[in-house]
């Protein structure tokens, strides 16, 4: 999952952006309005954190520029601006959820998922496509009812996978899942992590679209 962080405070960035990272999310970490709305109009994050309190642009002046830009990436407005009339602007402006500064890191993670299984029509911390089942919450794998072991990028990639049972993923999209923009990785970093699941599930449970992408079947063997 690609999250883009957009926060100039250095030393709650880079807190966030680790604890994010830990999560085995990629992350984008910007500093700055301009920027974070050029980047929302490329469309390639799953979820946003907006700061807004931001240098050039003012981040309700970036989301709801953004929403008219008919950009539909879930966005978590961060803020220190408490009040009633501070978060109806928020969500009026196109948040599909607000957190008050100073807050947890939990928190913050629960929200994620939880605004996560909203955009994406889950009503539980549970995907199951055939013979494979995963546990959003616990971040558990099932094969064939058995525990399969995987790492947590292992985990990100099957999650990406399975919720798009059937449809093809392109590579750009699951290489910025996986390792956000700004990280660079060797052209055969996500073939490797393809082969590890391969490996611990079987062959045909993920196919080669080649010159495309990869695709896990609605009915998995």
């Given at each position: ?8 405070d ?92 100073p ?6 993670s629960?929200?994620i ?17 055939g ?11 099932e094969?064939?009812?058995?525990r399969?072991?995987?790492t ?27 390792y ?5 990785v060797?052209?055969s ?5 393809i082969?590890?699941l ?7 449970a ?16």
């Amino acid at each position: 999952m690609h999250i883009i962080l957009v926060e100039d405070d250095l030393q709650l960035g880079e807190a966030i952006r680790q604890a994010l990272e830990r999560l085995s999310y990629a992350v984008t970490w910007l500093r700055d309005g301009r920027e974070a709305l050029a980047a929302m109009r490329d469309q390639t994050a799953d979820l946003v954190l907006l700061d807004l309190g931001l240098p050039t642009k003012d981040g309700l002046d970036v989301l709801a520029e953004a929403r008219r830009s008919q950009v539909n990436t879930p966005v978590i407005v961060m803020t220190a601006r408490d009040g009633l009339e501070a978060r109806v602007r928020g969500l009026d402006a196109g948040a599909d959820d607000y957190l008050v500064k100073p807050f947890h890191l939990e928190e913050l993670s629960a929200r994620i998922r939880s605004l996560t299984r909203r955009a994406q029509g889950l009503a539980a911390n549970r995907i199951d496509v055939g013979v494979i089942s995963l546990d959003i919450g616990t971040c558990e794998a099932e094969y064939r009812g058995k525990r399969v072991e995987l790492t947590r990028r292992e985990f990100s990639l099957l999650r990406i996978l399975m919720e798009r049972a059937g449809r093809i993923v392109r590579r750009e999209h699951l290489e910025n899942s996986l390792y956000g923009l700004d990280n660079a990785v060797g052209s055969s970093a996500l073939e490797v992590q393809i082969h590890a699941l391969r490996r611990k599930l079987s062959f045909d449970a993920i196919r080669t679209i080649r010159g495309v992408g990869y695709m896990i079947p609605r009915d998995p063997t």
